[in-house]
């Protein structure tokens, strides 16, 4: 692994931008955001220690997620069994798990 890789936290599989801040999704299951003029990191979120779990006690595998337009500082994840995870990033805390149906 090279420094950008450390940097990224692994290999990334979606990315985001909300406001001033663009988001990363890697596969080691962090969420990543780093401010969008200096790149400085901001943030950096292990899904698992936040409640962003699968049946197996590991960080889920999201798929999808989206930025509701009027919730700030929130992101939905959606995760492959179809569970979704209302987060706040700026608090790290899941404040709702919507169950598949």
């Known amino acids: 692994r090279d420094a950008s890789s450390e940097k990224l936290g692994g290999t990334v599989t979606m990315l985001m931008a909300i406001g001033d801040m663009i988001l990363s999704y890697n596969k080691a299951g962090e969420v990543i955001g780093w401010d969008a003029k200096s790149m400085e990191e901001v943030v950096r979120i292990d899904l698992a ?30 995760a492959e069994d179809g569970t979704l995870y209302l987060l706040n990033i700026r608090t790290h805390k899941l404040i709702h798990k919507f169950a598949a149906l």
């Open 49 to 78: 220690n936040c409640g962003v779990t699968a049946s197996n006690g590991k960080a889920a595998h999201v798929t999808a997620w989206m930025h509701p337009f009027t919730y700030l500082n929130k992101l939905l994840l959606g």
